[in-house]
């Protein structure tokens, strides 16, 4: 079971990245999928979740409003779209795979995590 994620990069505020996560060696339809991510000095914390069907998410304060996660079954892929980006978002991003169908921000509800792709945001 492995989760790639991709689409980090070095922007400049104000910028727009999307960063998608594409689950291999299982289907991950059924689950709750999730994005987090650790700024360096600091503990890894929540960004955004989703449910199974893609119909219930949740976000951080910090990014509600310019952040969207979304996903695509059928590609077995989930997508954060970032918009309004600031200096204040750059960390590594993780997905991650949960092992409930509803969305979560508890990160011991997640099992599967991606190996982590990089944003960073210039000021």
């Known amino acids: 079971v492995q989760l790639q994620g991709s689409g980090g990069g070095l922007v400049q505020t104000g910028d727009s990245l999307r960063l998608s996560c594409l689950a291999s060696?299982?289907?991950?339809?059924?689950?709750?999928m999730g994005w987090f991510r650790q700024a360096p000095g600091k503990e890894r914390e929540f960004v955004a979740a989703?449910?199974?069907?893609?119909?219930?998410?949740l976000y951080s304060d910090s990014v509600k409003g310019r952040f969207t996660i979304s996903r695509d079954n059928a590609k077995n892929t989930v997508y954060l779209q970032m918009n309004s980006l600031k200096p204040e978002d750059t960390a590594v991003y993780y997905c991650?795979?949960?092992?409930?169908?509803?969305?979560?921000?508890?990160?011991?509800?997640?099992?599967?995590w991606g190996q982590g792709t990089l944003v960073t945001v210039s000021s």
């Open positions: 989703i449910a199974w069907r893609g119909g219930s998410t």
């Open positions: 060696g299982r289907r991950f339809s059924n689950n709750g």
């Open positions: 991650a795979a949960s092992v409930y169908s509803y969305a979560s921000r508890r990160q011991g509800d997640f099992r599967y």
